[in-house]
């Protein structure tokens, strides 16, 4: 484990998303800290995946928000994004 | 990726590339009519999940273990750190800290364990509808028929078991280590020889080596006592199993013996048993479903013994329903006194898992056995009383095999029922067995009170039985 790097933490976060007729859940905005709230201009690929980096894992989302790729995951009923904070530990990827 | 090079070549017999006779071709998974089997195991798995969702703890040894309350507690899984300090599964949790000091220990959560094992099947199924699971983590495919699909070549089974391997670890965030070889034993094999998250192929050409060279112990259902056994013969690895003389570990095992020779010869033949996709349970090796009831008083009464043969089918077609099975076979017990007592089987017109259905047929057939007279209210003839009735529903097959319906059942209304009583099933999970009850359970006190354990007997099959 190393400190003082960039690190990536689990966040959830509150999402609006639209629902089709067929089930499929598409997300369309993502809200950040009190009110801020970022429009997902794009769905740029969906698919089941883990996120080794913050222990999470569901359908992964490649988001694009004002020209900016991110993913977002679906977690059973919550979201969540993996966070770049500052001074986090960074565990090492490889399970067990 | 490696194709066999003389694949023009097409005898009626050879490998999948179309190799003449036998090929010798290391690289080759098998011969003309064998098949593809897989079997994947999941690496350390209770303490792969846990580490997965927990980043933290893969830094250090972490195992999960069982009723740290109890002060029994024992490891029930390891990751490799704490593999690497000695913990061995089963060890208590006392003995495992001596071992490892700093050691993280944390308590099984089975309910999300589960639903990694239901993912990863899931991921299998997308390969096969052959799908054996060997508790929760371990699962045997048959994907001979899908070798098509990857260019029906020698390497469709590794092929495949590289593709599950990556989506795995892709969506799941664990690791599989995977067999592959022409029959369940060699491939379960394959699956133990190199851990974690790799991939063995068991050929025909490389079995002597890889196989051969191991500990008799290695081999699947040779366990300790046997493994002792065969060594005071001078019998200590599986070739050895292979190469001694059959009728000298009949004499030594029995039956046994037999059967483990033809499994250290890679003659094991039994097939990977398909199982519904979404059956409530992972052991999925259930031969038969049965319950059985001592009445509260001796039995004359047809009525009576309709009655306790329809408590006994509810709760008998709730445990299929449960598991997704039907039966397409009935066998009923009829206990007389201490010393009489008999069982009657017949097969079921239909395949089913209709209450109904099995307390008709249960009936029918303690009808035809027992003295009745002829108006259904009569007592039974002579002294003879029933005292306990038993009841089990065999020949049980998937809910997913599709059944040949006749032309004289009312097939809508068998569907319509089969749909209300899964949702009477689920009713009675949200609240409680007497929550929804049948008419004609209500019209004879003593007997609506008996008590049915609706949480009956599941015999579960021996590997050997099919
Ligand atoms: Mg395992």
Aim: hydrophobic content about 40%; glycine content about 8%.
């Amino acid at each position: 484990m190393m400190r003082g790097v960039a690190g990536r933490v689990k966040r959830y976060v509150q999402v609006a998303s639209v629902t089709s007729v067929e089930g499929a859940v598409t997300p369309t905005d993502v809200f950040w800290d009190e009110g801020k709230r970022y429009h997902i201009d794009r769905v740029l690929d969906r698919r089941p995946a883990a996120s080794l980096k913050v222990g999470g894992k569901g359908m992964r989302y490649l988001v694009e928000i004002a020209g900016r790729q991110s993913y977002l995951y679906y977690e059973g009923p919550a979201w969540f994004v993996e966070e770049i904070v500052r001074n986090a530990p960074v565990y090492a990827t490889p399970p067990l | 990726m490696y194709r066999c090079d003389r694949q023009n070549t097409r005898p009626a017999t050879g490998c999948r590339d179309g190799h003449a006779g036998s090929c010798d071709d290391d690289r080759c998974d098998s011969r003309g009519d064998d098949r593809i089997i897989l079997h994947a195991d999941m690496n350390c798995f209770y303490a792969a999940v846990e580490c997965f969702r927990r980043p933290e703890l893969r830094s250090r040894p972490v195992v999960v273990g069982g009723h740290e309350e109890l002060r029994h507690g024992i490891v029930l899984a390891k990751n490799l750190l704490a593999k690497a300090a000695g913990i061995k599964t089963g060890d208590t949790l006392w003995t495992a800290r001596r071992k490892c000091p700093g050691l993280v220990t944390l308590p099984p959560d089975y309910r999300l364990y589960m639903r990694y094992s239901r993912e990863a099947r899931a991921i299998y199924y997308d390969y096969t509808d052959r799908v054996e699971p060997f508790g929760p983590d371990e699962a045997w495919l048959d994907v001979t028929g899908s070798a098509g699909l990857f260019g029906g070549h020698a390497y469709a089974g590794r092929m495949i078991a590289r593709e599950i391997s990556e989506r795995i670890k892709a969506e799941l965030g664990v690791t599989v280590s995977i067999g592959v070889s022409w029959n369940k034993i060699f491939a379960k094999f394959g699956s133990d020889y190199k851990k974690p998250d790799a991939i063995t192929p068991i050929t025909r050409e490389n079995y002597r080596d890889l196989v051969w060279r191991a500990p008799a112990g290695d081999l699947l259902y040779v366990g300790r006592a046997t493994r002792r056994k065969l060594a005071r013969a001078g019998i200590l690895t599986i070739g050895d199993i292979a190469t001694a003389p059959a009728g000298m570990l009949r004499g030594m095992l029995g039956k046994m013996g037999s059967i483990l020779h033809g499994f250290a010869r890679g003659e094991d033949a039994t097939p990977v048993r398909v199982l519904d996709a979404d059956s409530s349970t992972v052991d999925y090796a259930v031969k038969s479903v049965g319950n059985g009831l001592t009445a509260p008083h001796d039995l004359h009464d047809a009525r009576e013994v309709r009655l306790l043969l329809y408590l006994l089918a509810e709760s008998v077609a709730q445990r299929l329903r449960e598991l997704r099975l039907r039966a397409r076979g009935i066998a009923v017990t009829v206990r007389n006194g201490d010393l009489e007592w008999y069982e009657r089987q017949a097969q079921l017109r239909l395949p089913t898992l209709l209450t109904g259905e099995l307390a008709d047929g249960a009936w029918n057939l303690v009808a035809a056995n027992e003295g009745f007279d002829s108006d259904p209210d009569r007592r039974l003839q002579g002294t003879r009383a029933i005292r306990s009735l038993g009841l089990r529903a065999i020949n049980l097959q998937p809910m997913s095999v599709a059944t040949q319906t006749d032309l004289f059942c009312d097939e809508e209304r068998r569907i319509r029922t089969e749909r209300l009583e899964f949702v009477v099933d689920q009713a009675r999970r949200r609240f409680g067995n007497t929550s929804l009850r049948r008419a004609c359970e209500l019209g004879d006190a003593q007997m609506s009170n008996v008590d049915i354990k609706r949480d009956n007997v599941v015999h579960p099959v021996g590997f050997f039985q099919s």
